[in-house]
């Protein structure tokens, strides 16, 4: 399994506290109520800092050809 750096687990962490303090907002400015959310946020941001973050799961295709 794919491991985070330390960085982007304190990047995360943080993310977390604010949160936790409800001062966390998402991108279109509401406040985030769901610790999924704030979680998704913490890793997105960690990944546009560049930090080792693993990589987005992509969807299955099902279905017949």
């Known amino acids: 399994m794919a491991k ?7 990047k995360i962490e943080d993310v977390m506290k604010e949160f936790k303090k409800g001062k966390l907002k998402s991108s279109s400015g509401k406040k985030v109520t769901d610790r999924k959310q704030a979680v998704a946020i913490g890793i997105s941001e960690a990944r546009e800092e560049g ?14 050809k």
Do not use: F, I
């Not at 985070?4 to 304190?10: G, M, R």
């Not at 930090?51 to 017949?64: H, I, M, S």
């Open 4 to 10: 985070y750096s330390k960085k982007a687990e304190e």
């Open 51 to 64: 930090l080792k973050v693993p990589q987005k799961k992509k969807a299955k295709k099902t279905g017949r």
